[in-house]
């Protein structure tokens, strides 16, 4: 290879890495996000089930991970170290290989994963209490910005321990259908109706929340599908870097 080719080579590679550090770096703050969020669908989920805070972990430390290799390609594309390129490519692979098999295990055990989320929900709307607790809050801001009522419909709310033992006519304030006749009430917590028939939408959130779940899905699955594409020209660039690399040259490293 040229001595100009492995200096486009070269600097391609570290042109790579730094778009490879920047998409680590949206991956962990993704997981960032999912960990530390109060305000949407996340958080209900986030508290009723421990698969959600693994997942967020993964995440950071993919992230994590792809940021450091995205450094370390940096200084071996910049300084030719075959050794560094050398383990930088073993470790592409590695992280390729484990993308791959996460995206397969998703893929296959979707229905599972569906079938729990609906579980997780029922579950949440039974033991809703109306307090001041975040997966309540959060459960109240998705029935009132979504415009719906339980997961498959208000009948859910039927099931609920307080609804379900009380001589008054409850209904789930975030439900309220303005739209319908009715006194103003809260925005959380347990309303009473003023009629056999409570104010409450006639659509369940399931199908809302499952259109918010797989667009922000198509959003994760854009920016992993970038990443393999980058990950696969990195290792690329990185053999045929490390191939056009004579020996070493430790007196490139910069001494600090």
Not at 116 to 139: C, P
Request: hydrophobic share 45%; glycine share 8%.
């Amino acid at each position: 290879m040229g001595k100009g080719c492995i200096t486009v080579t070269k600097y391609f590679l570290f042109l790579f890495n730094l778009l490879f550090f920047i998409f680590g770096a949206l991956i962990m703050g993704f997981g960032l996000w999912v960990l530390f969020d109060k305000d949407s669908f996340i958080a209900v989920l986030q508290e009723s089930s421990d698969t959600v805070k693994v997942a967020s972990y993964i995440l950071i430390g993919v992230g994590s991970l792809s940021m450091a290799m995205g450094f370390f390609g940096c200084i071996g594309a910049i300084y030719e170290i075959r050794c560094l390129l050398g383990l930088y490519f073993t470790c592409l692979l590695l992280i390729l290989i484990a993308q791959v098999t996460a995206g397969v295990l998703i893929y296959f055990q979707r229905d599972l994963l569906k079938h729990e989320m609906s579980s997780i929900i029922k579950r949440m709307i039974t033991n809703y209490s109306g307090q001041n607790k975040t997966t309540e809050h959060a459960w109240d801001f998705i029935q009132r910005t979504m415009n719906c009522c339980g997961w498959t419909g208000p009948g859910n709310w039927s099931e609920n321990l307080l609804i379900k033992n009380s001589t008054q006519n409850l209904y789930s304030c975030s439900c309220r259908n303005d739209s319908l006749p009715g006194i103003e009430v809260k925005q959380f917590g347990l309303c009473e109706s003023l009629s056999a028939q409570p104010p409450v939408y006639a659509a369940g959130c399931m199908t809302s929340v499952e259109k918010w779940v797989l667009d922000n899905c198509g959003i994760i699955l854009g920016i992993c599908v970038g990443v393999a594409v980058l990950e696969l020209l990195g290792m690329i660039l990185s053999m045929c870097l490390c191939k056009s690399v004579v020996q070493e040259d430790y007196t490139k490293v910069p001494k600090y």
